[in-house]
């Protein structure tokens, strides 16, 4: 049988093609699931680039690596249809207008204050990012918790992430988790060995960066390395899309950095569920925000830093990974590892539910948007943009 990600497309001229990414990316709200559909209808059903199964073979191919889902699912399809150079400017093109609108929003609260307006407009932007994310734990839970084992995970990386904030336990969690599921796994010979020859200038380069960046974070105090390092770790740690890189980035910019407050990291995770685009496009909200204070010249450097930080380790992985995924794949250790690496990020996701819910206030208006959101949400019926609109009017009323 032949194998699907290796047919050869029928060429189309690259510019058509990145039309049809940036209509992907006007269209494209709500998260992995939701891009997928749309993914669905322009690539597959509409301009035919792959079949389905090749876009399911390519979303395999995504979930098992860290980094945006969604953004990595759309750079693969860019790099069957022309090579490494397509794959990059795909990524552009979906992710450029979202980074700019949130670092342009990044300025936000300077904006306010600057012509006088009272930051409450944005009061219930806040307790309604937390409706989504308490939307986002269900949907998760109900897709991770397969078995007790699992269930268990969640609960105890819950647990654990609630009572220890350190940085470094979002990190140690994930990894538990994944062994934790080697382990148990009942399948034999986990770790079979195939043969592939992976461009291995891509890992080192992936590599060389991490490194690289937490060697100038140590041992400088230049802020924007600081910025680099923290975002591209979150590119390299965190499984599975926006919502999962919420908790550690709060734990760090809020509770650890304390560079900027919990409703201001609120305000932005809200804001960002009323655009299309990748959910991770909140890193230039965040890295903004961080670097407030000195210049506007370097709170866009900021920003710059967060968005090109989260995004860079998916696509190197991503150059690295699908010439030889075929291969890649035939390591069962990796598939096992996903279902606790899954359950523990699902237990890290409540948690931040809790914790911004709590930092936000309990007061009976914040706790009754929480609860419309999440319902409206549920419905199905009214859109996400519009859901933000609505926040802001109330915030405004």
């Known amino acids: ?8 497309p029928e060429k189309v001229p690259a510019r058509t093609f990145l039309k049809d990414v940036f209509t992907c990316s006007l269209g494209a709200y709500g998260g992995p699931e939701a891009h997928m559909s749309v993914f669905l209808d322009q690539l597959v059903t509409r301009k035919k680039y792959l079949t389905e ?24 399809v860019g790099y069957k249809m022309g090579g490494p150079w397509l794959a990059f400017w795909t990524m552009m093109v979906w992710a450029l207008p979202a980074l ?22 944005l009061r ?18 109900r897709k991770v918790v397969t078995d007790v084992p699992t269930g268990a995970m969640m609960v105890v990386a819950g647990v654990i992430t609630y009572f220890i904030r350190a940085p470094w336990i979002f ?59 923290h975002f591209y770790r979150y590119g390299y740690l965190v499984f599975g899309g926006g919502q999962v890189v919420v908790p550690v980035m709060h734990g760090e910019l809020v509770e650890g950095m304390a560079a900027m407050t919990s409703e201001e990291f609120l305000t932005g995770y809200g804001l960002v569920q009323g655009l299309p685009g990748p959910m991770f496009s909140f890193a230039a909200y965040a890295g903004g925000m961080a670097a407030r204070g000195s210049s506007v010249a370097f709170q866009i450097a900021g920003a710059v830093a967060g968005g090109v930080g989260i995004f860079l380790p998916g696509l190197l992985l991503i150059y690295f990974v699908y010439p030889v995924w075929e291969s890649l794949k035939g390591i069962r250790a990796i598939r096992v ?23 936000g206030g309990l007061a009976w208006d914040n706790l009754l948007v929480t609860v419309l959101t999440a319902a409206l949400l549920f419905s199905r019926k009214v859109p996400a943009p519009l859901i933000v609109a609505a926040a802001l009017a109330a915030g405004f009323a």
Do not use: H
């Open 1 to 8: 049988m032949s194998d699907p990600i290796q047919t050869s």
């Open 53 to 76: 199964a090749e876009l399911v073979e390519l979303i395999a191919l995504c979930s098992i690596l860290p980094g945006p889902t969604s953004t990595q699912t759309i750079v693969s």
């Open 100 to 121: 700019v609108v949130m670092t342009l929003l990044s300025f936000l609260y300077a904006f306010l204050a600057m012509r006088d307006i009272s930051g409450d407009l």
């Open 124 to 141: 219930y932007v806040g307790p309604m990012a937390v409706g989504f994310i308490l939307v986002a734990v269900w949907r998760i839970g």
């Open 171 to 229: 990190p140690a969690v994930l990894v538990a988790g994944g062994a934790a599921s080697i382990l148990m796994a009942p399948e034999k010979d986990l770790w079979n060995r195939v043969r592939f020859s992976p461009p291995w200038r891509y890992l080192a380069a992936f590599a060389t960066f991490a490194l690289g960046a937490l060697a100038l974070a140590a041992w400088t105090d230049w802020r924007l390395a600081t910025l680099f390092e």
């Open 337 to 359: 590892s996903l279902r606790g690496v899954n359950a523990v990020a699902g237990g890290l996701i409540a948690v931040a539910g809790v914790i911004l819910l709590q930092t």
